[in-house]
Nanobody
């Protein structure tokens, strides 16, 4: 199983970025994929998640209406479109695969078993 993030970078407040999470080594469209972020000195928090089998989406309150998660089953890739970015969105963003054998909500990082290495997003004011 491998998850590889890309698309991070430096952007001004109000700008946009699109992150990608390329997955391999498992039946992609049977799983939930989540995006998490971690700022220096803070705990890892869920941003968004998508169930690739039924299309259900979860968003954290802090990003709802600004971020959009989507999946392309043909490309085994999940995207996170981030618009109206704020300085407080600055963090390392990770994608992760939810373990179907663990009963947990999409926002709980303990329910995820494989993680990507992360991509840095920096939003300047």
């Amino acid at each position: 199983v491998q998850l590889v993030e890309s698309g991070g970078g430096l952007v001004q407040a109000g700008g946009s970025l699109r992150l990608s999470c390329a997955a391999s080594g498992f039946a992609f469209d049977d799983y939930v994929i989540g995006w998490f972020r971690q700022a220096p000195g803070k705990e890892r928090k869920a941003v968004a998640a998508i169930n690739l089998s039924d299309g259900y989406r979860y968003y954290a309150d802090s990003v709802r209406g600004r971020f959009t998660i989507s999946g392309d089953n043909a490309k085994n890739t999940v995207y996170l479109q981030m618009d109206s970015l704020k300085p407080e969105d600055t963090a390392v963003y990770h994608c992760a695969r939810k373990n179907p054998d663990i009963l947990s909500v999409p926002a709980d990082p303990e329910g995820y078993d494989y993680w990507g290495q992360g991509t840095q997003v920096t939003v300047s004011s």
